[in-house]
């Protein structure tokens, strides 16, 4: 079983940068794709970064020039980086990873809040 456990959420004004954390927990995710899903009241989740193991990623439009997400596979983490953040990037971000056999494995979330 993975558990993955998100870190780095919180308050910050707009035009500022937060850096999300995630890490897995039970066994190798190295090879699994992993990514960073967002949800805000009222809209429909959505994914906001993707990440292979071999390092292949995929950006949705809002977020690309001012996200980056990263991995350590050895230490089994997979990060966003969030810079020139605006209010409409407030939500509560999930860390997921894909299993080989097409299992999806959340985190609980962490909460980013954009808000002068």
């Known amino acids: 079983q993975v558990q993955l456990v998100e870190s780095g959420g919180g308050l910050v004004q707009p035009g500022g940068s937060l850096t999300l954390s995630c890490r897995a927990l039970?066994?190798?995710?190295?090879?699994?794709?992993?990514?960073?899903y967002r949800w805000a009241p009222e809209t429909q989740r959505e994914l906001v970064a993707s990440i292979t193991g071999d390092g292949s990623i995929w950006y949705q439009d809002s977020a690309k020039g001012r996200f980056t997400i990263s991995r350590d596979n050895a230490q089994g983490t997979v990060d966003l980086q969030m810079n020139s953040l605006k209010p409409e990037d407030t939500a509560a971000y999930f860390c997921?990873?894909?299993?080989?056999?097409?299992?999806?494995?959340w985190g609980r979330g962490t909460r980013v809040t954009v808000s002068s």
């Open positions: 039970g066994r190798d995710v190295s090879s699994w794709p992993m990514g960073w």
């Open positions: 997921v990873a894909r299993a080989e056999n097409g299992t999806r494995y």
